[in-house]
């Protein structure tokens, strides 16, 4: 069964609509008509330069092969749209529902595609340099030999983990995309490096350790008053040599940086914990190098990765700092105080 034909919208009908569209944004949808267009209408070439189209439905829409450079698409819906070769040169996208439509070979560049909604959308071949896709939802969403160089991928999602984009280890110039802020070093790559250092590493096994001894002294301190009650009870009876023993065992000290060190190594924990947790698996798994020379993944999902869950992120970062800084603080502190020792009897 063939399609029905779609009638071509001619430009005296385009730029009435698009008109009509303006005054109805201006005056608050009380006056002209809502720029709508869908699957029985061709809009394929269309000249709309800077054209405000926001708010519109355009779903199903053909605007194959449109020119639409510095155009206002914020919020429009466009699900299924043909967008195919589109001319979408800093057009305004941010907020777009943009769910399988057909992007590809569009001219995207310089595109603000901030939250976007690009789920299952077709971006093969599509030009992304210089846009901004942050935020925007690409799950599912096909990327095979799309350029994204100097694009903006922060909080891009469906980059990585579940239900995300295929076509990644086609996607060109991804070395050179933004991911993270500039000045944005509490990346996971950077928190994993220091997480597999050994005096990270053996946070637990501290932490278990100093809490084990410290309950112990407490135990001991708790029962040694019983201990010399019974001795001064039985100071004059048979077991009084016993007894005279029992007084003389004394109390143990509570040293004061056994609880700072506890702490400590309580944030390393955390930290530990926090990034088990968290950290997206192509981080944990590997580093960048074998990420993508060895296990031949692709690197925009890696970088992608590196910089998810901002708030945990540095939540485990100031943890490491602050429990780290003490630890090791204290390790070389003493390790000074034995050498000083040791050189000066």
């Known amino acids: 069964m063939s399609e029905t034909p779609r009638r071509k919208v001619d430009a005296e009908e385009l730029k009435a609509r698009l008109a009509a569209h303006k005054l109805w944004l201006e005056s608050e949808h009380k006056a002209g008509a809502q720029f709508v267009s869908g699957e029985d209408e061709d809009l394929s070439g269309a000249e709309l330069l800077g054209a405000n189209l926001s708010g519109t439905n355009l779903s199903k829409a053909n605007l194959s092969g449109a020119f639409l450079r510095h155009a206002n698409l914020s919020v429009a819906k466009l699900v299924s749209a043909n967008l195919s070769v589109a001319d979408l040169w ?6 777009a529902n943009l769910s399988e439509a057909n ?8 595109a603000n595609l901030s939250v976007a909604d690009l789920w299952a959308a077709n971006l093969s071949g599509a030009h992304l340099r210089y846009a901004n896709l942050s935020g925007a939802d690409l799950r599912r969403a096909v990327l095979d030999n799309a350029d994204v160089r100097d694009a903006e991928l922060l909080g891009v999602g469906g980059l990585y983990g579940r239900d995300r984009a295929t076509g990644l280890a086609t996607v060109k110039e991804a070395e050179w995309a933004d991911y993270g802020h500039r000045r944005d070093y509490a990346h996971w790559a950077f928190l994993r490096f220091i997480g597999t250092l050994r005096i990270f590493a053996a946070s637990y096994a501290g932490f278990i350790g100093i809490t084990a001894y410290v309950s112990g002294v407490r135990w001991y301190n708790e029962h040694v008053g019983r201990w010399h009650q019974w001795a001064a009870e039985h100071g004059d009876g048979p077991v009084k040599h016993w007894a005279a023993l029992v007084a003389k065992v004394p109390a143990l000290p509570v040293q004061t940086h056994f609880g700072w060190m506890l702490a ?4 390393l924990v955390i930290a530990s ?3 088990a947790v ?4 192509p981080i944990k798994e590997a580093t960048e190098t074998r990420w993508t020379r060895e296990l031949n993944q692709p690197l925009i999902e890696y970088r992608s990765a590196m910089y998810a869950g901002l708030w945990w992120r540095y939540i485990c970062l100031i943890c490491f700092v602050v429990g780290g800084g003490y630890t090791a603080y204290y390790i070389v502190w003493n390790g000074i105080a034995a050498i000083w020792f040791l050189l000066h009897p």
């Not at 400590?264 to 944030?267: C, Y």
């Not at 968290?278 to 698996?281: L, S």
């Open 90 to 95: 800093a057009a305004n996208l941010s907020g």
């Open 103 to 110: 992007l590809s070979g569009a001219h995207l560049s310089e």
């Open 264 to 267: 400590a190594i309580g944030l």
């Open 273 to 275: 914990t926090l990034f």
């Open 278 to 281: 968290f950290c997206p698996e």
